[in-house]
């Protein structure tokens, strides 16, 4: 079945080690995103990518980076520098020649816990 | 700017009791709004969304939204609430006319919803 993978489901972390955290697609869409959830605050947009090798930072981009170097991979890293990392994370990806009308497609989320 | 409202953090109906989650929206042009559901511990999930055309959208597990140009809004309805509805629901918004944030969407903070049987 085609859909996306997030991996890890939960990760615990120390202060101080950086993260990454997985998300796959086999869904041929060419846009992905990574969303940040916490309680009572919706969802926070972190990065995106629109095409292969390019990126743009959403609101909440600080201590963070990503790379796509593939279509079907845009993974996240949580470093050092983002001072409150503990959160649920959402990937998600569309159909970006399907233009602004596509809906988004998630992933089942990460629960990172710094400890 | 563009921006989604959802009034109330919870939402508590009994089971077979007609549901309403509200949504409003703000957006420089025409909107394209969406609505999706987020059970515990999961990914959200696609419900319905409304780009052009009849006010009244369709969507999954016989949910529906009304389209309200005049009230910028976006409300979530069902005739007859589940106890499987029970749920977070999230409004979104997207501005087609602002080629930028293409496949961006925003979303609203969300709101829980309780069917009690």
């Known amino acids: 079945d085609g859909g996306i993978t997030q991996s890890p489901k939960y990760l615990f972390r120390k202060e101080g080690q950086n993260v990454t955290l997985s998300c796959e697609q086999n869904?041929?869409?060419?846009?992905m995103y990574w969303y940040r959830q916490d309680p009572g605050q919706g969802l926070r947009l972190i990065y995106y990518?629109?095409?292969?090798?390019?990126?743009q930072k959403g609101d909440i981009a600080e201590g963070y980076s990503v790379s796509r170097e593939k279509k079907e991979s845009f993974p996240l890293t949580v470093t050092s520098a983002q001072k409150n990392p503990t959160a649920f994370y959402l990937c998600?990806?569309?159909?970006?020649?399907?233009?602004?009308?596509?809906?988004?497609?998630f992933g089942e989320g990460s629960r990172l816990t710094v400890l | 700017a563009q921006s989604v409202a959802q009034p109330e953090d919870q939402v508590n109906v009994a089971e077979g009791n007609p549901l309403t989650v509200k949504c409003t929206y703000s957006?420089?042009?025409?909107?394209?709004l969406f609505w999706y559901v987020q059970y515990p511990n999961r990914g959200l999930q696609f419900l319905l969304k409304?780009?052009?055309?009849?006010?009244l959208v369709k969507g999954s597990y016989g949910f529906e939204a009304e389209f309200n140009k005049s009230q910028t809004s976006f409300h979530l309805k069902k005739p007859s609430a589940l106890v499987s509805d029970s749920a977070l629901y999230f409004c979104?918004?997207?501005?087609?006319?602002?080629?930028?944030?293409?496949?961006?969407?925003?979303f609203g903070r969300g709101t829980q919803l309780t069917v009690w049987p």
């Open positions: 998600a990806s569309s159909y970006g020649r399907g233009g602004p009308s596509g809906e988004l497609f």
């Open positions: 869904l041929n869409h060419d846009a």
């Open positions: 990518s629109q095409i292969v090798n390019d990126f």
């Open positions: 957006v420089s042009g025409n909107p394209y």
């Open positions: 409304y780009i052009t055309g009849d006010n």
């Open positions: 979104a918004v997207r501005d087609p006319d602002r080629g930028s944030t293409l496949g961006r969407l925003y």
